[in-house]
């Protein structure tokens, strides 16, 4: 298909730059599978579910992954370097996007403090990079955590240093898992509240990890989908949820998938009947109209950008026709955008 077919004009103001406040008082727009809009709150999600339902929620856990330092000089000096890490390439070593990427070449060190460099051991397009850290393992993380800010996306505008209150705001209630440098958007909006209120409508919980990649926010440059490559991710589906879930599709209830990373390992886990395996290791699906869901009934979804795979995928699930209708209205209405933005409940087309 044509990129161009998923582009949008979106006003810039109804870009949010900080979520709602408590997290469940954002707006929610129903979109049934045929006809109709409704505008609701996220605390009517759970009143929109079905007893035997099961919620499926991506616990993967965002690493403060945007490092800044200092090209190595022999005079002190040096250019001032923004790596965002965005996978892990070793034990010691991590995939970056750097900026500006021009002032590195391979063999050049960059040091992030006193204590904590790293070596540029390889350089692509993009602005992409691979570094060597001079720590490893546990004391690696631990020198993240101690420098790194968290990895908003672009449109987010943030001082270099960041906001103190990113630290919990970019974090989903379910993180428990590291690896992830941007947050699974659409669970940003739970509280344990929204929690116990889908608990007390009979629905369950499985849990599943997809460690979101920074290439989740690159646009797609080509003009046609089938030409777009797609980074790659780590996941896993544990054996005991995908019994969970395979049994309750057996019994009738439905699949709700919180976010399109959620979404996205699950159909990566899928065979062709719908059942679910136990699923390790890197997935670089991408979705695009035409795609035929095996797994997933209902999306809990943030809105996204123009363009985007992930635009494409809520378009492959719900109808191209009805997310741009959807799209529409939320923009007539003042929805908030993006990954602090509202949220859509969409079911599945067909």
Do not use: C
Request: aromatic fraction near 8%; charged fraction near 20%.
């Amino acid at each position: 298909m044509r990129v161009s077919e998923f582009d949008f004009d979106l006003p810039p103001e109804l870009i949010a730059q900080a979520p709602a406040s408590p997290r469940d008082s954002a707006r929610l727009l129903h979109v049934p599978a045929n006809h109709g809009l409704a505008d609701l709150s996220i605390r009517d999600f759970p009143s929109l579910l079905n007893p035997g339902d099961l919620l499926v929620v991506n616990n993967t856990k965002v690493i403060p992954t945007r490092l800044t330092g200092r090209k190595r000089r022999h005079d002190g000096g040096g250019a001032t370097i923004e790596a965002t890490l965005h996978k892990a390439a070793g034990p010691g070593s991590w995939r970056a996007f750097a900026r500006p990427a021009k002032k590195l070449k391979p063999g050049d060190t960059l040091d992030f403090d006193e204590h904590f460099s790293a070596v540029v051991a390889e350089k692509h397009d993009g602005g992409e990079i691979v570094l060597e850290f001079n720590s490893s393992g546990p004391a690696l993380m631990d020198a993240i955590h101690r420098i790194g800010i968290m990895p908003l996306p672009p449109y987010i505008k943030r001082h270099r240093e960041g906001r103190v209150t990113d630290v919990d705001d970019y974090q989903t209630l379910f993180a428990l898992r590291e690896g992830a440098v941007a947050a699974p958007t659409a669970s940003l909006h739970f509280t344990p509240r929204l929690v116990s209120a889908i608990e007390a409508a009979g629905v369950g919980t499985a849990h599943l990890t997809l460690h979101v990649g920074a290439g989740t926010f690159l646009p797609v440059k080509s003009e046609d989908t089938g030409d777009h490559i797609m980074h790659s991710e780590w996941g896993e589906l544990s054996r005991s949820s995908a019994d969970l879930i395979n049994r309750t599709r057996q019994s009738g209830g439905r699949i709700v998938a919180a976010g399109t990373t959620a979404l996205r390992l699950l159909e990566s886990a899928a065979q062709e009947d719908g059942t679910v395996h136990p699923f390790s290791g890197e997935t670089d699906i991408f979705i695009t109209p035409g795609y035929r869901f095996r797994v997933a009934d209902v999306l809990l979804s943030n809105f996204h950008l123009p363009k985007s795979t992930l635009f494409m995928l809520v378009s492959a699930f719900a109808g191209l026709g009805r997310m741009q209708e959807a799209y529409a209205h939320a923009m007539d209405a003042g929805y908030r955008f993006y990954s602090y933005g509202d949220a859509t409940l969409l079911e599945r087309a067909g």
